[in-house]
């Protein structure tokens, strides 16, 4: 009986995507070309300021907001130059990749934080695949060397903050499990198993003490360093502890999409379906499923909404939707389509020459301190590039 309920809900939310998604497409060219507008106009703003990368934008300043490449979303930028390097063809680009990707290149050796595999395999790790080369193979396995550095057998997770709230002792936050993907190729390019564990590891732990019962999962569980056992459950970011923070489960389906990709363990599998679903048929989630920041904030309907998460959400599902074993890839794929669809409307999607050179507007960084609520994000334009160019390799198969 649950069995056939899930198929019967599962035709329903089919159905109904392609109602709403019928007749349209995603405007591909059309977002693209506006995509290489604005990094061509990010690059004559910051081309004179060495070893900054853009973050965000205040508009009520008028004011790209920078960083340096220690700030942990400095290789976005690059690994969007990438990504549209490898839809145009074009050289020019490639060099802007290459140029941002070296301001990024001194974060190899981070091991202050877990955040080098968004900084390196975002980055370097688009440019050896598109480029094969052997100085960014060097890069990349550096990185991976670095980000085993926090990894703790005894706890078997990989710490991500050092300084945070003096009560945690072990802070594991879930964005974590996007860095993994940086280890699982450390395993495949050089068949040391170490990687391999430590990656897997990691992703059960974060598996088992992460996540509630209906696939939902905390954004920060923090471990006893004796014990080994998880002593703190939170939400930092989110709406309040139980809450159902938006980006944090799309961090969560999207790495769990890549760890089954990369190890073809069933039950990374089964649980990036069960997120996956969780997301699509929350009674709070929106008709063109860009979420509200969190699923269970005081405000909805009023609630922001949040275009990175969406963004984040429309990659994984692209690519879960194509993976033999998921009976619902269909279902999964249609839904990631008018995510595309509404992010590449004039309400999300900037017009050349404005939005501060970002591409996507409306995303919210940390809305309970008030930080980065309602702006551009460098991690929206990153996911949303790549889900498009995943959106394309379906189109032309």
């Known amino acids: 009986m649950k069995r056939l309920t899930t198929l019967l809900l599962a035709v329903i939310i089919l159905a109904s995507c392609q109602e709403k998604s019928q007749g349209n497409d995603v405007p591909l060219e059309k977002v693209m070309a506006i995509a290489k507008q604005q990094v061509i106009q990010m690059d004559s703003y910051l081309h004179s300021q060495e070893d900054r990368l853009p973050r965000s934008y205040n508009a009520a300043e008028e004011e790209i907001i920078t960083s340096p490449s220690t700030w942990w979303c400095s290789g976005f930028y690059p690994g969007v130059l990438w990504y549209l390097y490898e839809y145009f063809e074009d050289d020019s680009i490639k060099n802007l990749a290459d140029k941002y990707s070296m301001r990024v290149e001194n974060e190899k050796f981070n091991t202050y934080d877990h955040d080098i595999g968004f900084q390196m395999y975002c980055s370097f790790g688009n440019g050896y695949r598109l480029t094969d080369r052997s100085d960014y193979k060097e890069v990349l396995l550096i990185s991976a060397n670095s980000a085993l550095e926090r990894y703790n057998p005894e706890i078997g997770l990989i710490r991500s903050w050092d300084k945070h709230r003096k009560s945690w002792q072990y802070p594991v936050i879930i964005d974590n499990m996007m860095n993994l993907e940086l280890l699982m190729w450390a395993f495949h390019e050089t068949k040391d198993s170490t990687y391999y564990k430590v990656a897997v590891s990691h992703a059960d732990k974060t598996l088992e003490n992460h996540f509630r019962s209906d696939y ?12 080994g056992l998880a002593e703190f459950k939170v939400t930092a970011q989110g709406a309040f502890d139980e809450s159902i923070w938006s980006r944090g489960q799309a961090w969560g389906l ?27 048929d929350h009674p709070n989630m929106t008709d063109d499923y860009i979420p509200y920041w969190d699923l269970l904030a005081e405000d909805i309907p009023e ?23 998921v009976e619902d ?3 999964f794929f249609e839904v ?62």
Do not use: C, W
Not at 216 to 227: I, R
Not at 303 to 325: F, K, T, W, Y
């Open 303 to 325: 609630a922001l909404r949040d275009a990175s998460a969406a963004a984040i959400m429309a990659s994984a599902l692209i690519e879960l939707s194509q993976m033999e074993e």
């Open 336 to 397: 990631a389509k008018i995510q595309l669809q509404t992010l590449s409307s004039d309400t999300y999607l900037a017009e050349p020459g404005t939005n501060g050179n970002f591409i996507l507007k409306h995303s919210v960084g940390h809305l309970p301190v008030n930080s980065e609520v309602d702006v551009p994000l460098t991690y929206a334009d990153y996911y949303f590039v790549e889900a498009l160019i995943r959106y394309k390799s379906v189109q032309d198969k």
């Open 329 to 331: 890839g269909q279902m």
């Open 216 to 227: 939902s999962s905390y954004h920060v569980v923090s471990y006893d360093t004796v014990s």
């Open 254 to 280: 999207y790495g769990y999409t890549m760890m089954y990709r990369e190890t073809g363990l069933s039950r990374y599998l089964n649980q990036a379906i069960g997120i996956a679903k969780m997301l699509i």
